[in-house]
């Protein structure tokens, strides 16, 4: 993860309400730090969330 | 940071032959006359960057190229610039485009090349080393006048975008976006999830609730209509449908109908139709019931009416028409007739007596005042002869006085000449005594005497005369009165007995009683007449009324009679009438029996009916519910989909915890940020001074936007929101502080800026002010200035350390900038 990302990933992970949920939060910057760009973290983070509930959801 | 030393262009809107500049380390300015091709270079620089010009753009650019050179031999557009960071790192830009043909339209894609200390580089990697976005660009390095005005005059929610990017917000931006867009992505799924999994749910559950209710109602069936289990079958139906028509049919026979019934095939759909068709016979032929017991229920009640007036009427009048009561109508009229003209007589006759006896009443109450009055005085003055004998001796009184009064004449007559007598002789001496005397004397004294007594003795007689002429005129008054009450008294009687003789012959009887003692017998005798006339009228009254009773009595007779027979058809009357109607009632009690006792086939229709529809009903639902039972979703499906609902919903938790927090992470950032911003910010604005009394410029954010607050910094509490109280020269000079505060805040690798006509609308001091800006800007970032104002130009000469400047004279087609 970027220096950046690193800093910004920690201070809002402390601000999480359920500690728990840092582990989606770890998985998130992972993807943004992959992102040459805001516009390409942008669109990894919503891929990336979206086949997660995808995965949940599967056939319904 | 890159800062741009070289800048080539050609082929490029107005500019033809190519135009090389070398630019300052610190400031270049370019200064020259409006149309010369200074705001080219500007846009130049920004085309070369970013391959596009978005205020060059929009319908009219779509069908004229506006950036390409219309007179370059080749229609090649040729940008380049050279960029060096303090690394010593070069990096060349070039940007090339062709004219558009004629017959294209819209925008035509330009070609970049970026070379990196001489190595090529793609424009992913070129745009990262830069750093820098087009909005940051416009933000933070080209500052042109209509940019910062919109971005001045936006409203404070649209200064949000902007703001985010330049306070360095983009990342928490972009993280916010995403996650907003998948906490929507997921809540929608999380609906469908927890919608499709409580459908299931629930439908599974209604399902096995309406079999465990069917086998309920089973139970309830079997011991509400005491059928067996066996019989739920449509073959139980199909017998009991028998049994219906059967029934439907002797009650139709009973009320002489007609009916259509059968059930022709053996399964449900029929016999759902064969049950509809029979509860509408049967409560049609109910109806039919209903309506022929209410229609003999009148008719019975009428015939019952008729004939108990009948029997009433028929007794009691006892006559057999209308004629025989006129008949007596007429007499008892005929009566009437005579009794009112007797009472007439009698009235008329009544009225003259009492007016005769009045009159004669009132000429013998004046004849016996007349008799009072003459005997009243006959008594004081004497009778009619007493009275003449008076005025007789009074006249012979009178008479006498008379002729004693001629005496005294003739006496006095007599004197009167013996004293003239003896005046004339005049003795001196008496001729008794002889004595001498005054004759004079004498004779005057004897005149005096002489009068003295015939006066006195004249006027007694006078008096005498007088008073026996009074009372001859008072006793001829009394005689005169006399004989006219006496001519009035034989007036009276003349009339009393012209009154008496008009009674008697309006009477016709003489009577020798006194009239008036008569009269009151005949007035008291023709009341008692008149009482008895009366008496006899009232009785005739009374028997026409009773006579009219009867007529209205007949008629009713004759009205009812006539109905009867209509309602019999019969032309009988009297008794056999009556026997007649208390027969037909006799009838219609019977059929009325008769109807009545289809009830209870009705009843038994019915009651089959119920249990009819309640096994087609059972036997429909439990042909339902065997179906849905087959086809409900299995509990393992309903778990699985219940285990995804949770997961979406944990999910969802999540990521709105995230999102939560990220927006928690960017409002204690760009607290920051502002707090940064404002020290630029502060720095610029006091060395621009664009208000003489709000010296502090402060950027505010809050859940509505960001607002630019101008205070005082001796008076906090006095301050504007700056568009409310600037002027738009003040609002420039907000909008350079902003701006450069921002170029230096805002963190990206361009470290160059490029300020087109910044001066505009700006006077003397402010032009000053603004090259002083300038001045402290260079020391930080590379600046290129366009102007055509020279005072400005001036301004920064003075201002700034060594600038370099490009004077342009003038512009032709063929070159463009002449320099």
């Known amino acids: 993860m970027k220096e950046q990302h690193t800093s910004l990933c920690k201070g809002i992970m402390e601000k999480l309400k359920n500690q728990e949920h840092s582990q989606i939060l770890m998985e998130i910057f992972e993807v943004m730090s992959e992102a040459s760009d805001v516009n390409e973290a942008s669109t990894r983070i919503k891929d990336m969330l979206l086949k997660k509930i995808d995965q949940i959801v599967g056939e319904m | ?819």
């Not at chain 2, 975008?161 to 799924?189: C, I, M, N, P, R």
């Not at chain 2, 009178?398 to 004293?419: P, S």
């Not at chain 2, 999102?659 to 707090?675: C, K, P, S, V």
């Open chain 2, 1 to 819: 940071m890159f800062k741009v030393s070289e800048l080539y262009i050609e082929g490029f809107r107005g500019i033809n032959q190519g135009l090389p500049l070398s630019l300052g380390d610190h400031v270049t300015l370019i200064v020259g006359p409006r149309g010369t091709g200074k705001t080219t270079v500007c846009q130049g620089i920004e085309y070369c960057l970013f391959g596009k010009i978005p205020l060059l753009s929009g319908p009219e650019f779509a069908r004229e190229d506006g950036l390409a050179s219309s007179y370059h031999r080749t229609g090649k557009v040729l940008l380049k610039m050279l960029l060096q960071d303090e690394n010593g790192r070069i990096l060349e830009i070039i940007r090339e485009a062709e004219r558009r043909k004629k017959t294209e339209f819209g925008s035509k894609k330009s070609k970049l090349s970026c070379k990196l200390m001489g190595t090529l580089i793609g424009e992913g990697e070129f745009s990262k080393l830069l750093g820098l976005s087009m909005e940051d660009y416009y933000v933070t390095s080209y500052l042109r006048q209509e940019t910062l005005r919109d971005f001045i005059n936006a409203k404070p929610e649209e200064r949000g975008d902007y703001f985010s990017k330049l306070l360095g917000l983009e990342w928490h931006e972009a993280l916010l976006t995403a996650l907003d867009s998948a906490v929507k992505d997921v809540k929608q799924k999380t609906k469908i999830a927890e919608k499709r999994w409580s459908e299931r749910s629930e439908r599974r559950q209604r399902v096995l609730q309406l079999a465990e209710d069917l086998e309920r109602d089973k139970e309830d069936i079997l011991k509400d209509t005491g059928i067996s289990t066996e019989n739920l079958t449509i073959d139980y139906l199909v017998d009991l449908s028998r049994t219906i028509v059967e029934g439907v049919s002797n009650v139709a026979k009973t009320l002489n109908e007609t009916f259509e019934l059968e059930l022709s095939e053996r399964n449900l759909q029929e016999i759902y139709r064969f049950e509809e068709k029979a509860r509408q016979e049967t409560g049609r032929l109910r109806s039919i019931k209903e309506t022929q017991i209410l229609g003999l229920k009148d008719k019975r009640n009428k015939l019952n009416n008729l004939k108990l007036r009948y029997n009433e009427l028929y007794p009691e009048l006892g006559i057999s028409s209308l004629e025989e009561l006129g008949e007596a109508k007429s007499k008892l009229q005929a009566d009437l007739e005579t009794v009112e003209k007797d009472l007439e007589t009698k009235r008329q006759q009544t009225n003259f007596i009492e007016k005769k006896r009045i009159a004669i009443e009132a000429t013998t109450k004046t004849l016996e005042q007349i008799h009072s009055e003459l005997h009243t005085i006959e008594n004081q003055f004497g009778v009619k002869e007493i009275i003449e004998k008076r005025i007789k001796d009074l006249e012979k009184l009178i008479n006498e006085k008379e002729i004693e009064r001629e005496k005294y004449d003739a006496y006095d007559k007599l004197i009167t000449d013996g004293l003239v007598y003896l005046e004339m002789s005049l003795s001196s001496l008496c001729p008794i005594c002889v004595r001498p005397i005054d004759p004079l004397a004498i004779i005057e004294n004897l005149k005096t005497k002489s009068q003295e007594l015939k006066v006195k003795e004249i006027t007694r007689l006078e008096s005498e005369i007088k008073g026996a002429r009074t009372g001859i005129n008072e006793q001829k008054g009394l005689l005169s009165q006399i004989t006219d009450w006496n001519r009035r008294a034989e007036e009276l009687d003349h009339q009393l007995g012209r009154l008496r003789k008009e009674v008697e012959t309006q009477l016709g009887k003489l009577t020798t009683e006194p009239i008036l003692s008569f009269l009151t017998k005949e007035i008291e005798n023709g009341e008692e007449v008149r009482e008895s006339l009366e008496e006899k009228r009232t009785e005739v009254k009374d028997k026409l009324k009773e006579i009219e009773e009867v007529k209205k009595k007949f008629e009713e007779l004759t009205t009812v009679e006539q109905q009867a027979q209509t309602m019999l058809s019969t032309k009988a009357r009297g008794y056999d009438l009556i026997n007649g109607l208390d027969e037909k009632i006799r009838e219609i009690d019977g059929r009325n029996k008769e109807i009545a006792e289809i009830e209870s086939d009705l009843s038994k229709i019915e009651s089959s009916l119920k249990r009819f529809s309640r096994v087609i009903i059972f036997l429909t639902r439990e042909s339902q519910i065997k179906k849905a039972l087959g086809e409900i979703p299995s509990e393992e499906e309903v778990k699985e989909l219940e285990g995804k609902y949770l997961k979406l919903v944990e999910l969802e938790d999540t990521l709105a915890d995230i999102f939560q927090a990220t927006m928690n992470d960017r409002d204690a950032f760009l607290q920051r940020q502002l707090t940064k911003l404002e020290t630029a910010l502060g720095t610029y604005y006091a060395i621009l001074k664009p208000h003489v009394h709000f010296d502090n410029l402060q950027i505010i954010h809050d859940a509505q936007g960001y607002w630019l607050k101008a205070s005082s910094k001796t008076d906090p509490a006095y301050y504007t929101y700056v568009r409310p109280k600037f002027s738009t020269a003040q609002l420039n000079m907000v909008a350079i502080s902003l701006f450069f505060s921002m170029a230096e805040n805002v963190p990206h690798n361009f470290g160059f800026i490029v300020l087109d006509d910044p001066s505009q609308s700006l006077d003397n001091d402010g032009k000053k002010l603004l090259a002083k800006a300038i001045a402290q800007m260079s020391s930080k970032k590379q600046l290129l200035i366009a102007t055509q104002d020279e005072i400005f130009a001036n301004e920064i000469k003075a201002a700034c350390i060594d600038p370099k400047v490009y004077e342009i004279k003038s512009w032709n087609q063929q070159r463009g900038p002449i320099i």
